[in-house]
């Protein structure tokens, strides 16, 4: 296992449709962006994805859930931290072409942690 110094924990707000495409993955990678998605946002706060899968997701699809996974530094240093509308609202903007790369610098598995409703 990394030295926890070697990455960085993320969490990603999903709907039912991600997440069946994350889990054929055997939980190790996100999907590709659809056409209309130019940008990738994994979020720095349980509470943030948390907000976004209840308040955004459950109305959207019906349930929302919230994973939580390790990716390396040396990998997201390259981003900027972004703020989406308040302090608390932290979250990385990934193009949608990076993805790949950000797929393989994730390190362990993607874990569901919560789910609403």
């Given amino acids: 296992m990394p030295d926890e110094t070697d990455t960085i924990t993320l969490w990603r707000p999903v709907g039912p449709q991600e997440l069946a495409l994350i889990e054929q993955s ?7 962006r659809l056409l209309d998605q ?3 946002y994994p979020v720095l706060t349980e509470e943030y994805a948390a907000k976004i899968a209840r308040d955004w997701n459950v109305p959207a699809s019906g349930a929302g859930f919230v994973t939580r996974f390790q990716v390396k530094r040396s990998f997201i240093d390259r981003y900027d931290v972004q703020e989406a509308g308040g302090h608390a609202h932290l979250e990385y903007w990934i193009p949608a072409e ?7 610098a994730i390190v362990g598995p993607i874990e569901v942690i919560r789910s609403f409703p």
């Fill in 26 to 32: 055997g939980m190790r990678a996100f999907p590709l």
């Fill in 98 to 104: 990076d993805l790949p790369a950000f797929n393989a």
């Fill in 38 to 40: 130019p940008i990738f």
